[in-house]
C-alpha cells in the first residue's frame, strides 16, 4: 500500500514536469541556404510567453566556414507573422535590431499556448557589416530565451535538423518553480500517518 501511495505520487510530480513551459523553433532550409532568415516558434506550453530574445552572440556555425564562431547581428526584419503580436507595432529599434540581440515583450495573452509566431526575411550579418553571406548552418548555437507567465524561463539554442532539406531545430529545457499539484500535500500527509500506523503495529507486536 505505501509504495502505491509513493509511486502515485512520483507520477504526479513527473506529469506535472512535462506540462511544464516549452517553446518549438525552426528556421528555413537547406542548410546552405543564404540570408534572409526566417524563424518560426510555437508556444507548447500552458502558459503564455512574455518575453522572447534571440542571441547572436553564441553563434558558433558547424565548424567549416571562414565565420564559424563569428558574432552574428540582426540587421532587419521584413514582417512578423502568426498568431502572437508583440507590444511594438512595427519590427523597429526596440526590437534591438542593428545588434546581435532581438528581444520581443508580449503583453498577457499575446504569445499564449499554441500561438505562432514568425520573424520573416531578417537580414543576418557577421560582425555588423553588412551583405556577408550569412548560411543557415552559420546560426548553429544561437541563443533563444522565453520567459513565461507561470515565472519560468525556456533557454535552448539551434542545432541542425539531420533531415535532407531542412534548417535548423530549437532544442532546450525549462528551468523555475514547478507548481505542485493541489492534491499531493494531502496524499503526502496520508503518507505520513500510514507510517505511523505502522510503526506502532510494529511496536505492539
Do not use: C, H, Y
Request: glycine share 12%.
Amino acid at each position: 500500500m505505501k509504495r502505491t501511495l509513493l509511486a502515485a505520487a512520483a507520477s504526479m510530480i513527473l506529469s506535472t514536469v512535462a506540462a511544464n513551459a516549452a517553446l518549438l523553433g525552426i528556421t528555413n532550409g537547406p542548410d546552405d541556404a543564404v540570408d534572409p532568415v526566417n524563424f518560426l516558434f510555437e508556444n507548447d506550453s500552458g502558459f503564455d510567453i512574455l518575453n522572447l530574445t534571440i542571441d547572436g552572440t553564441t553563434a558558433v556555425g558547424d565548424g567549416t566556414g571562414p565565420n564559424s564562431g563569428v558574432t552574428v547581428f540582426w540587421d532587419s526584419i521584413a514582417s512578423l507573422a502568426g498568431d502572437a503580436n508583440p507590444n511594438a507595432p512595427t519590427p523597429v529599434d526596440p526590437f534591438g535590431l542593428n545588434s546581435p540581440v532581438m528581444t520581443f515583450l508580449f503583453a498577457p495573452g499575446a504569445f499564449a499556448t499554441g500561438f505562432t509566431f514568425d520573424i520573416l526575411d531578417i537580414d543576418p550579418d557577421f560582425g555588423g557589416v553588412n551583405d556577408t553571406g550569412v548560411q543557415i548552418l552559420d546560426l548553429i548555437g544561437v541563443k533563444v530565451t522565453a520567459f513565461f507567465s507561470d515565472s519560468s524561463t525556456f533557454v535552448g539554442a539551434f542545432v541542425d535538423d539531420p533531415e535532407p532539406g531542412k534548417g535548423l531545430k530549437l532544442e532546450g529545457s525549462t528551468t523555475g518553480v514547478v507548481p505542485l499539484p493541489a492534491a499531493l500535500p494531502l496524499m503526502l500527509a496520508g503518507l505520513g500517518a500510514f507510517a505511523l500506523v505502522s510503526r506502532r503495529r510494529r511496536k505492539a507486536a
